[in-house]
């Protein structure tokens, strides 16, 4: 995708919240049954974090957008979050914790299968010897669609549609895609590029990393994971 830029910058940040996915909930329940601390990787504007800070849980972050950081820090408990800066999959805070977690798949953020792996070393470096860390990732369905390029229509209005338009390349596993919503008022494009992987190619990253799957389910209320799941949170913990 010729021109774009990865960070999530400030037009990103100031409207990041406007469409939860409405599990957030369901994930911070999840997410606090595994201990008493926590990191998290691409904190973001706290959607997670502040809710599982108030669930009791003492929760760290890294980040690497300061605009997504600024947003946070102005929701109520967001300047008690302490933050580092920095890429996920190197950044350290110099702790561990009972619990690493990335969720709303994005490990696909990173942009090589080299830095997927570093996530999971990096995770596996803050994690107390009992600790788990928890990926949350959409399963890749584009390897099938035609000419692996395919628009889905994600609103149709009276006032606006909005489209997602997609191309992905199979041999780097790369999708580039843009969420293009056309109105009255003009249209506004969102685009994103992601690095898609099946759950085997992250048991593998696992292994590198030192870590073994314990556990997954296709959500955050523990169901099974079976063959027409569309997402899968997976639990790691330290190898044996």
């Known amino acids: 995708m010729k021109g774009f830029n990865p960070s999530f910058g400030l037009e990103t940040a100031q409207n990041y919240d406007n469409s939860p996915r409405g599990d957030e909930d369901d994930t911070v329940r999840f997410l606090a049954a595994f201990g008493k601390s926590a990191l998290e990787f691409a904190v973001g504007t706290g959607r997670v974090a502040l809710p599982l800070a108030q669930a009791g849980v003492a929760v760290d972050g890294i980040e690497l957008s300061p605009h997504m950081v600024a947003r946070m820090r102005e929701k109520p408990g967001g300047e008690d979050i302490p933050v580092t800066m920095g890429d996920m999959s190197q950044a350290g805070t110099g702790r561990t914790y009972d619990l690493v977690y990335l969720v709303y798949n994005t490990i696909t953020n990173l942009?090589?299968?080299?830095?997927?792996?570093?996530?999971?070393?990096?995770?596996?470096?803050?994690?107390t010897p009992d600790g788990v860390f928890v990926v949350e990732c959409g399963l890749p369905s584009w390897v099938a669609r035609p000419r692996h390029q395919f628009i889905d229509v994600e609103a149709v209005e009276v006032d606006h549609v909005r489209?997602?338009?997609?191309?992905?390349?199979?041999?780097t596993q790369i999708l580039d895609e843009n969420h293009v919503r056309i109105s009255a008022d003009g249209i506004r494009f969102g685009p994103i590029k992601t690095r898609q992987a099946y759950p085997s190619e992250f048991d593998l990253m696992a292994r590198i990393a030192g870590l073994r799957l314990r556990a997954r389910h296709s959500g955050w209320n523990g169901e099974s994971f079976v063959a027409d799941s569309t997402r899968h949170v997976s639990v790691y913990e330290r190898a044996a």
């Open 111 to 127: 942009l090589t299968q080299d830095d997927q792996v570093r996530c999971f070393e990096n995770a596996a470096r803050h994690l």
């Open 163 to 171: 489209l997602d338009v997609n191309r992905f390349d199979p041999s």
